[in-house]
């Protein structure tokens, strides 16, 4: 997560805060990020491809995720107990 970049320490430190506590810089990212687990389409992985340079989807199922649909669209390529690693798009 974005909790544990340089970004979020540095500003962290700059506001006072744990870094645990601020919220992440780009709100349109993050809400293209959460709509691929929550409501995922071809069009949604596209665009975190071809915007964001996604490779890959972590999935924790113990939080609420369209897995069958995200499967149906990208390739599992390791599933362990509670997580799943996606492949977004054609390998690189």
Avoid: K
Avoid at 54 to 82: K, M, N
């Amino acid at each position: 997560g974005w909790a544990y970049t340089s970004r979020t320490a540095r500003d962290a430190a700059r506001q006072g805060l744990p870094h645990c506590c601020l919220p992440f810089w780009d709100a349109a990212r993050q809400e293209d990020n959460d709509r691929a687990f929550t409501s995922p389409s071809t069009t949604t992985l596209a665009r975190l491809r071809t915007t964001y340079g996604v490779d890959w989807l972590f999935v924790d199922t113990r939080f609420p995720v369209e897995l069958e649909s995200l499967e149906s669209i990208a390739e599992v390529a390791h599933q362990e107990g509670d997580y799943v690693v996606l492949r977004v798009g054609a390998p690189s």
